[in-house]
């Protein structure tokens, strides 16, 4: 064991690696010019929002703002106005999470029990049934509107005229979150399905040897050791409904419009002054909400995934 | 079928080392089954009788059927066809769970949320079975298993080894009468595969509940079984001892696939008490032959451990001169691939035996210990 560093020549121990090598100026600049073509928007977007009417007149689309003032954020949120109503977006985010929260459960709810029996109970035509979902989700939505229109308004008709209540689907929060949950059903399943076909057979049979039935090998085996597909699902989920734009403005009415019709009411509204600084406040505050769904879950998810790569 | 029963008469018990099945009281019976996935086979007409306290083995190639008919026997699989009892009980529409059986899977398939504990109480907890009752049993598995300091880990925290035996805890808390393993050491490291492989024929000798068990592994089939049934395209070959199969396969398909390495064979024409062949003619003087008159084309086959070679081979009936090819010394043994010829032999010597290829050899054997096979046929002879 004496001084080995005297004797070894030539290459030895980890291979040095150059930090500016022209493959990695090349990988660099280009993140960073995507970074920049992506940032530069939301910079002016938010600088925007924080200036006074008198000083965007100005022009300088990119200064900093000389004096800031949240004044656009908050006529934004509670005074902004859509036609005679100047409730601002409040109303329209409360709306929102009235319509997701009920979507965003059922759907997951019910396609994770149909993606678990796909996967582990196959019966007589299943495959067929899968298909069929799975082709659900190709159809572009525009061709379903307005069947679903008279489908939501007949299905109404007929439990109102079953219970002699006053009872509507069309334009209703309820007519809502039902076009939310089927449409989020083919792609969903498709993941959970997925998911639980990747989940070991052997699990499954050893849980039948042990006497589990269909909903508690559900609950006790495979729902445990899911956690990441369903935040990927939630994740899915919350944003696709959040941005929903079309089924909002068609399936509901001015009282119960979600947060995005109403961020179009009153930023193409066209009568007055262009509020620039409120119409940027009222997006950023729209948008806000898959953001923080991101930057949440996305931690979520990660965990999620470790979690499942060491399982037994 | 009708190579099923008359062997069970040459076992023996000193060689099984286990306990003796009781032919009067068959745990399990598998009458006529058959599967169809569609329009594929898998299994044909299968029929299984399986004694109380017996350690059968199942052993083929992977898709053979092997794995299907344990599914079959557990409730897993739907049959197409046929009838299963267990304990003199028709399970054939019984629920896995209500079929007396406990099963060992080859990935362990313990359950990653729940910790060891909870993996071996959870059927239990299924059947109702009162809390106490599952403390006691549990922790009865657990000595015996000696997995009791694990009791709290879950199986992502486990060895190999550690999960395999909380797998075989799982079974063993049902206190069930028949025990399914499914290839339940072929995950592991050959080491450890030899001390469970020990750990599980001393749980044999333990519970004396009947075990089927899957492998294709024909170490743990030797070892392991009271009788061992060789499957091949859905159907069972030969159901017999370990021993009677290794000296008396009934087949060729039998014969190569039992012994490493395979059997030598050599094929000729076999007439008036010769077999002769490219490579010589060989007396076939001490082989019993299952029919007096057998001959035409035929298989003669050696195993390379009956082979002699040397000064020993010019005491044998039949010799033959070689030239060595390849040597494997292996410490114990050293292997040779010798040519005779247009055929290749392997033959099993002393590993001190220092062989260089190149060498001539002169390598004897005699009839007692080979095998003909018809063929056509491919069936003992």
């Known amino acids: ?312 | 079928m009708g190579n099923t029963t008359q062997n069970d008469l040459e076992l023996d018990p000193e060689l099984m080392g286990a306990a003796k099945p009781v032919h009067s009281d068959p745990s399990i019976e598998i009458k006529n089954l058959h599967l169809s996935f569609g329009s594929v086979e898998v299994l044909k007409d299968l029929n299984l009788e399986i004694d109380k306290g017996e350690f059968l083995v199942l052993l083929g190639s992977s898709g053979c059927g092997k794995s299907t008919l344990l599914n079959c026997i557990a409730g897993l699989l739907d049959v197409t066809d046929g009838q299963i009892f267990i304990g003199g009980r028709n399970v054939t529409w019984e629920e896995p769970s209500d079929r007396g059986i406990g099963m060992v899977f080859q990935s362990y398939a313990l359950y990653p949320q729940m910790s060891v504990e909870g993996n071996l109480s959870f059927g239990l907890k299924n059947a109702r079975i009162p809390k106490a009752e599952i403390a006691t049993r549990v922790a009865r598995a657990a000595k015996t298993l000696q997995i009791e300091p694990l009791l709290k880990r879950k199986p992502a925290a486990l060895s190999g080894g550690q999960r395999q035996r909380v797998a075989i805890g799982r079974a063993l808390v049902r206190d069930v009468d028949v025990f399914l393993f499914d290839e339940p050491l072929s995950n592991l490291d050959a080491k450890l595969r030899a001390d469970l492989r020990v750990e599980i024929k001393q749980l044999h000798q333990t519970l004396e509940n009947t075990m089927i068990y899957v492998t294709h592994d024909q170490i743990e089939a030797m070892t392991l079984a009271d009788r061992i049934a060789i499957m091949k395209g859905g159907k069972i070959l030969q159901l017999a001892s370990p021993n009677e199969i290794y000296s008396r396969p009934a087949n060729k398909y039998v014969a190569e696939f039992i012994g490493s390495p395979t059997m030598n064979f050599f094929q000729g024409e076999l007439s008036d008490g010769a077999f002769s062949c490219a490579a010589g003619r060989f007396s076939t003087e001490g082989y019993e032959f299952a029919n007096a008159s057998a001959g035409g084309s035929a298989w003669f086959g050696i195993r390379p451990e009956h082979i002699q070679c040397g000064d020993e081979a010019a005491s044998q009936p039949n010799q033959l001169e070689s030239r060595v090819q390849l040597v494997e010394p292996l410490g114990s043994d050293t292997l040779a691939r010798v040519g005779v010829g247009e055929n290749q032999i392997w033959v099993r010597l002393d590993g001190q035996a220092g062989l260089k290829p190149g060498d001539p050899l002169t390598i004897g054997f005699s009839a007692t210990l080979a095998n003909i096979f018809d063929s056509t046929t491919e069936e003992r002879l």
């Not at chain 1, 600049?29 to 970074?35: M, Q």
């Not at chain 1, 007589?124 to 308004?153: C, D, H, N, W």
């Not at chain 1, 066209?270 to 930057?295: C, D, H, S």
Request: charged share 10%; net charge positive; hydrophobic share 50%.
């Open chain 1, 1 to 312: 064991m004496t001084d080995l560093s005297t004797t070894l020549t030539g290459p030895r121990g980890p291979k040095p690696r150059k930090r500016l090598s022209p493959a990695n100026i090349m990988l660099y600049s280009t993140l960073f010019v995507a970074a920049v073509y992506y940032l530069l928007p939301l910079y002016v977007m938010v600088v925007t929002s924080l200036k006074g009417m008198p000083e965007i007149r100005l022009g300088n689309v990119f200064a900093l703002p000389v004096e800031i003032t949240f004044e656009p954020w908050v006529k934004a949120w509670s005074e902004a106005c859509t036609g005679i109503n100047c409730e601002g977006l409040s109303r329209g985010f409360w709306n929102s999470v009235r319509i997701m929260v009920p979507s965003v459960i059922i759907s997951i709810v019910i396609a994770s029990v149909n993606g678990y029996a796909l996967a582990n109970w196959k019966f007589k035509g299943s495959e067929v049934f899968f298909t069929i979902l799975i082709f659900g989700a190709f159809i572009p939505y525009q061709v379903m509107i307005y069947p679903i229109v008279i489908l939501l308004r007949e299905t109404g008709d007929l439990i109102a005229a079953a219970t002699g209540t006053n009872f509507r689907l069309m334009g209703t929060l309820g007519g809502l979150v039902i076009v939310h949950s089927i449409f989020g059903m083919p792609i969903l399943t498709l993941l959970f399905r997925n998911y639980f076909a990747s989940v070991p057979e052997e699990l499954f049979k050893a849980a039948r040897v042990d006497g589990a039935g269909f909903w508690s090998i559900y609950f006790k085996v495979m729902l445990p050791m899911s956690l990441p597909i369903f935040v990927v699902a939630i994740i899915l989920q919350v944003t696709g409904i959040w941005n929903d734009f079309l089924f909002g403005v068609i399936y509901t009415k001015p009282e119960i419009y979600p947060m995005t019709v109403q961020l179009n009411n009153i930023v193409n509204s066209v009568q007055g002054v262009k509020e620039y600084n409120v119409n940027m406040a009222a997006t950023l505050l729209t948008g806000l909400v898959p953001l923080v769904i991101y930057f949440v879950s996305g931690k979520l998810f990660v965990r999620g995934i470790a979690a499942g790569a060491v399982k037994g």
